[in-house]
């Protein structure tokens, strides 16, 4: 196997790596953040219809964390697919130019008479 191809495999490795998080957040995290950024505007209108949306504090806060959420995810899709795709930035990044050659190691051959 050569170095290229070692980098690759290692490269990919980091992207799956990356990948997981982003999508179990995204299918785990985001609907119960919506859920909770529309829970008290829900509440406000059952009990009193005709109420709009919630400005409070709380419903803020909830926003803001729905935000950092959705650009956690993007970042790590971005490096996911920067390592996926393992461009020449990434090949110097995972072995650096001062790292020695993978040396070979030869099969030692018997010396008993066959």
Request: proline share 8%; with cysteine; aromatic share 10%.
């Amino acid at each position: 196997m050569s170095r290229r191809e070692i980098v690759l495999l290692v490269s990919r490795a980091i992207a799956i790596l990356q990948l997981i998080p982003a999508l179990m957040e995204l299918i785990i995290g985001v609907p119960q953040q919506i859920y909770l950024m529309l829970l008290p505007i829900l509440r406000a209108q059952a009990a009193f219809p005709g109420v709009g949306s919630s400005t409070d504090f709380l419903s803020i806060l909830r926003f803001s964390a729905f935000g950092f959420s959705l650009a956690r995810i993007a970042v790590q899709l971005f490096a996911a697919w920067l390592f996926w795709n393992c461009g020449p930035t990434i090949e110097r990044f995972l072995l650096p130019t001062g790292s020695a050659p993978a040396q070979t190691v030869e099969p030692i051959q018997s010396s008993l008479p066959s």
